[in-house]
């Protein structure tokens, strides 16, 4: 017993020590809404509209939407009976539909085990009854002056039901406005910006070089107490000093919190160019990443197309991420909107090349083979690249793939190494 609980406190200790050894950065972020609302503030929610059975659920929608709208604390709600268009009584009208509402009832049989008489279990048939429930629902806020277009959104779902006794399900409108209230639990990120907390991660210093790593303590000790801008100038002059990537790296992502984003993008740009640190490629895609998602979601806004945003991202993250000359190749995996990644795909092929990494031909028979591989095989392990990346004759491949639809699209862009099959790059980007 003596043993095992030394052994234990020996293992708490070390945890305990390992714990107090990551160093972790509190940073709040703010996000842009997904709908450009941007000098609203007085908005008319005119009632859902739906017909027959769907009146009931349409009722229901205008109740949830209005009280979220109005918890946002941002918007004035004009009364709908009030409202006139093009009076200046209001800036911006948000309207909805409900396209559909099916309460589809069944039943089946299902083995049961139950005692008899005699106290002996046994199987029984029973009778199960089943209630399937779908909708699907579209909402828009166009603006009062001109009619135009802020935002709009379709969404659908299902929910189920068993119960040995059919007066025990539960009602097709209470199943409705339950699938509703599950999808519209972020709904206020649509319309109103929000902040999130995020907890970024300091690097370690490796060597055995003692006063290296002295110093990195101390400029640790300055993050912990919270004082960032010192820390930050510490780790620059240990980068330049030593050439230590961990301080290098943690240089710039105290940028985020100091001087946000762009300026973090640019120093772990330059570690990563000039140094070839995974680490910093692996956070500088990271990074890009979440500006291309910022700029996607505020292209409304600026009247940008969000496929150029996420070619330009996408672009300035592979670029990043990949070996200076390096040979790589670009496969089609789409099952959907082929011709669109073809486009998307061209562009950031110029991108590419324009940087100085040979690209395959995607003409080639070669590529149009491995493309035909990765759709028949469906989904396609990471080791799938190491013999699709020997047969091409490249050190990387890239795939594109488009998943979801309407308001739910996104791009998918999966970059592996083939030698090591380390991710190089990875994203996922609505479009």
Partial sequence: MKKLMSLLGTLFMAAAFFVSCSTFIPIAVNHPPKMDTNGIERLVVMPFEGAGNRRRIASSLTNIFRDKINGTGKFKLVEPFAYKPNKGMADAIFMGAVTDYTVRDSSHEEARA??????????????????????????????DRDGTVIGERTISGTMTDSNDNWSDLQPGDSMAKRIAEGKLRDFNREIVPWTSQEKLTLDKETSKDKPLKARMKEANALVKAGNLKAAQDAYARIYAETNSLAAGYNQAILAQPLDGLDAAISLMSALANVTGYPKARAELARLIGFRSQNEAAAANQTGASAQDVVIKNASAGLIAALPAGSRVSLLNISASARDRVDVIIREITASLMASGIIVLDRQSLEAINAEKQYQASGEVSDDSYVGIGHMLGVETIITFSITGSGSQRKLAINSVSVETGAVLYNALTEI
């Fill in 114 to 143: 139950r005692k008899n008489s005699d106290g002996k279990t046994v199987k029984v048939q029973a009778t199960v009854y089943d209630r399937k429930v779908s909708i699907e629902f579209t909402y828009r806020i166009i603006r």
